[in-house]
């Protein structure tokens, strides 16, 4: 199946209100727009660079959602042009999403990551600093904090990441259950093209998907 076919029947087999992110890391506007015509309405980008050169080719037809970790010398590129950013996980980039968006007097709909696998090497705060990042977030009124994302360790065996999934679940219900003024809990992002199914399962509503749109790449 071509890419346009594999859109489609994600898309057929997702719950409503899930939402479907393409996943478009080393993607060509091309690859892109094919997955357009077969549904997709929110594309998430890795690199900003990279997301400003496809954005230059493909514009407003999708949402933009910033998922890798950004870089504060590229934040004030970035919030020209994306819709939400997925991934801040420190008042530092926090901060300057801010400062960025005061400049251009918009608000910014953010998700905090969490690091649900307590790994080292991976971004994402740590479950019980979440609240925390959260309340500080709050307090700025050029950033609206509208869920949680976890990327959550990669597994052969999509069944072994849902201990990870449950563990952001349970932050995201229990920082909602505060109703903290100004936040908006809305999205729980979590899932990727091999374990989207079990993120679902355990009350993901956007998934993050590539190689099952685009194939793997070469």
């Known amino acids: 199946m071509g890419i346009r076919e594999n859109v489609r029947a994600i898309l057929s087999e997702l719950p409503s209100g899930v ?3 393409a996943a478009t890391k080393q993607r060509s ?21 990279e997301a400003e050169a496809k954005y230059g080719v493909i514009g407003n037809r999708v949402k933009w959602h910033f998922i890798g970790h950004p870089q504060r010398n590229k934040i004030k590129k970035l919030v020209q042009f ?27 709909p953010v ?10 090497q991976k ?11 959260i309340r500080e977030i709050a307090k700025h009124p050029h ?47 979590m899932g990727m093209s091999n374990s989207y199914r079990v993120a679902i399962e355990e009350g993901a509503n956007i998934v993050r998907i590539g190689t099952k749109i685009f194939g793997r790449r070469e």
């Open 19 to 21: 939402t479907l992110v």
């Open 29 to 49: 506007p091309e690859e892109i727009l094919e997955a357009i015509e077969g549904g997709i309405e929110v594309v998430g980008e890795n690199y900003a660079q």
């Open 82 to 108: 994306v819709d939400m950013i997925e991934t801040v996980d420190s008042w530092e980039i926090a901060l300057e999403i801010e400062k960025r968006c005061a400049a251009l007097n918009r608000v910014m």
């Open 111 to 120: 998700l905090v990551e969490v690091n649900s696998g307590r790994e080292p």
């Open 123 to 133: 971004a994402g705060v740590l479950p019980e600093e979440a609240e925390g990042l």
């Open 143 to 189: 950033l609206r904090v509208m869920g949680v994302m976890t990327m959550g360790p990669m597994f052969g065996d999509p069944e072994d990441s849902r201990p990870y999934f449950v563990e952001t679940r349970k932050v995201f219900e229990r920082i909602r259950s505060l109703k903290i003024p100004g936040v908006e809990l809305k999205y729980l992002s």
